[in-house]
Each structure stands twice: as C-alpha cells, then as structure tokens.
C-alpha cells in the first residue's frame, strides 16, 4: 500500500525544488500556488511532478513560458505597441506600428527570429487608401476597390480611356499610366476615324493594328484589306490607289496567274495584280505555285493601276464574282480581293481567256487614252496594235 505523504513532506519537496508552498498542500496531482524562489514569479505545479525530477517554475525551465509583460517589451522594442493581451508566441497578436500607425498582427516568435513588425513599412504590405493616392497622382481614378500590388485594377486616366495597370507597375515606374497614351494599343475609335481620314471605309470592326482590316475606298470604290499601322505610317491605304512598293514613276506591269486545282475550286483560282518590273512578286507567288498566264509590261509605271482597277471592277462589279481565297489561304501574300474562283467565272459563262482578251482591252483602251499627251511609239500585245504611246512601250512577257 503506498505510503501517505505528510504535509511536511510535500512542503519539503517543493521548497528542494526552490518554491514556497502559498497554500496548504492540495493534493499530489493537483495544481499548487507557489513562488519561485529564483525569478519570485508565481506558478501553479504539480507536486508528484516535482517529486519526479520536473522542473518547478515553468518561466526558469530550460522551455521556459514567457512572461507576458516580457513579451510586450520586446513588442515595444520593435516599435509595436500591443493592443490585445499575449496571445502565446506562434499566434498573431494584435499591436500598432509606432512608425506608420498602421495596425498589425504579427507573430512574437517571428519577432523573436529577427523579423520585421510591421509589414507596411517592410513593404510587404499597402494600405489601400495609400495605393489610391499613388494611382491618383498619375492621373489615374480607380474604379474598383484595391485587387492587389500586382493584379490589374481598373481605372480611368485623364485622357477617358479605361485602363486596368497593376499597382506594382505604377508604384515602381515600370510602365506608364495609360497604354493608350504610350501608344501601345490603339483606342478602336480612333483608329475608325483615321480609316475615315484617309478615304477609307471600315467594313468590320478593329481588332489590333497589325491584322489586315477590311475597308471600302471612298476614291476607287475598292474593297481593300490595309492594317492600320501601315495607313498611319504612309499617306494612303488603298493599294489601288496609291499601292504599297508600288513606284509609278518606274517600268511596272499587269499580270494575271493560276494556282492550280484545290479542295472546293478543282478549275484552280486566277488572280489580278501589278507589279514594278524591278520587283520580285511574280517570283514570290511561282515558289507558292501559281503559274503566270498573262503578263504587260508598260514603261510608264502609271498605266498599270488604272487598267487593274477596271479589270476587277469588272470581275467584282459587273459579274458579282466573289474573292477566291481568304487571307490566310494567301500563304503570307497580299491580294486576296484579287482572286477568283474559275469554276465560279465558268458558271457566269466567263472563261480564262475571256479575262485575258478583257485584260488586253483595258490595256489598248488606257494606252490610247495616254497618246493624247506624247510622242507617239508603236506596241504590241497579242497580236493586237495599240495606238501611239507617249513615252512608254507596252510588251507582252509571255504566256
């Protein structure tokens, strides 16, 4: 039977373990009210605990528990005013930032770690009001509450657009406020009213400055397919009219090519289209496997665009013959709104020979037109006299 331990016994134990009973004693297993004698601070142990060899007084203890007036000074060293009792060292404890007056809910064993208080000022943190300011003196108006340093945030700058820059990228400088003033991006009005400006009519909506835009000229009445930097860099969109790399002042010509049959066109597609002699575009299309048909050599670069526009106002106009290819089918070659479909020309009684003899008229017709102002000089297509030509010679290439 085990022996029954004496109140003395129990003082004499805890007093060995330097604490000083404050009550009677209330049993082995049960707290008991002490002092320590080494930090005089009061604990509650169990007696059989230190008959056992534990430790005493739970602050002196190699583990030891941290004295809460201890653990705000060390806040308050840091700059941290708590604001809430000691929560234990691992859970966040509410405190005040001395510096920013910000509050904060940092660890105290973080602190203990050597680690900054106040997340604010480390910068890890914004305080969106703060974030607001910084948006504002960029000329920018926040429309949503603050998302994040770095997610987009929608907002208004001066200039009415509607932009959504990350804070981040604004706070730090790394790009400016509004991509539509750094034009980055292009606001779709007003890249309608330029289109507008240089006679062009958009017949679709904008979708980015580099993608080929379908558009209706105000001058020739052709659909064109310009993109939009390339209308805002030079002074014209419309290649009948002003054709890009097209020199008019340099030996061109009119030419007229087959692609052979495909998938939905089995007859193959013919296209229209001019070209400087200097040039290598009729090169271009024969490595994509169109074969020349028909090809005009004219001195005088201006006669070239005047006969292809009435080619294809023929084809286009007076015949509804529709595109034979889309843009992409092109293989990286403009001029889709210059193919036809044969099979679609035969089923309007329209054969390859017949836009040939059409190509060859236009050709006389607009040669003529031209003798009026110039010396005259013979030429001749296909077995066809053309009247005097001022300045220029019209060659057939071949077939």
Known sequence: M????????????????????????????????CRCD?????????????QRGQGGCRFCAPNAALDPDEAKATMREHGLEPLDLYPGACKPWRCRCLTCEREVRPLYSSIQQGQGGCRFCARQAVDPEEAKSVMQAKGLEPLEPYPGSAKPWRCRHTCGQEVSPSYSSIRWGNNGPCRFC?????????????MWKKGLEPLEDYTRADKPWLCRCHTCGQVV?????????????????????????????????RLPGRPGSSDGI??????????????????????????????????????????????????????????????????????????????????????????????????????????????????????????????????
């Open 38 to 50: 080494g930090c005089g601070k009061e604990v509650s142990p169990q007696h059989h605990n230190v």
């Open 182 to 194: 750094a034009r980055l991006v292009v606001d779709p009005k007003e890249a309608e009213a330029a």
């Open 225 to 257: 397919s310009p993109r939009y930097d390339d209308v805002k860099k030079r002074d014209g969109g419309c290649r009948f009219c002003t054709p890009r790399g097209y020199n008019p002042d340099r030996p061109s010509c009119i030419y007229l090519i």
């Open 2 to 33: 085990p022996r029954l331990i004496t109140e003395e016994d129990a003082v004499g134990t805890m007093r060995a373990a330097g604490l000083e009973p404050l009550e009677p004693h209330p049993g082995s297993s049960k707290p008991w009210r």
């Open 270 to 399: 013919i296209k229209v289209g001019i070209a400087g002699c200097h040039s290598d575009r009729l090169a271009q299309f024969q490595k994509r496997g169109w074969a020349e048909i028909e090809s005009l050599r004219f001195e005088d670069g201006a006669i070239p665009p005047v006969i292809e526009r009435a080619v294809l106002k023929w084809l286009t106009d007076d015949l509804g013959q529709p595109c034979g290819l889309s843009p992409g089918e092109m293989k990286g070659m403009a001029g889709h709104t210059e193919t036809f479909s044969v099979g679609d020309l035969g089923a309007a009684g329209v054969t390859v020979d017949d836009v040939v003899d059409r190509l060859h008229q236009e050709a006389a017709k607009h040669s003529e037109a031209a003798a009026a102002t110039g010396p005259e000089v013979p030429a001749q297509v296909g077995g066809m006299r053309l009247g005097p030509l001022p300045h220029h010679r019209l060659t057939r290439l071949g077939i």
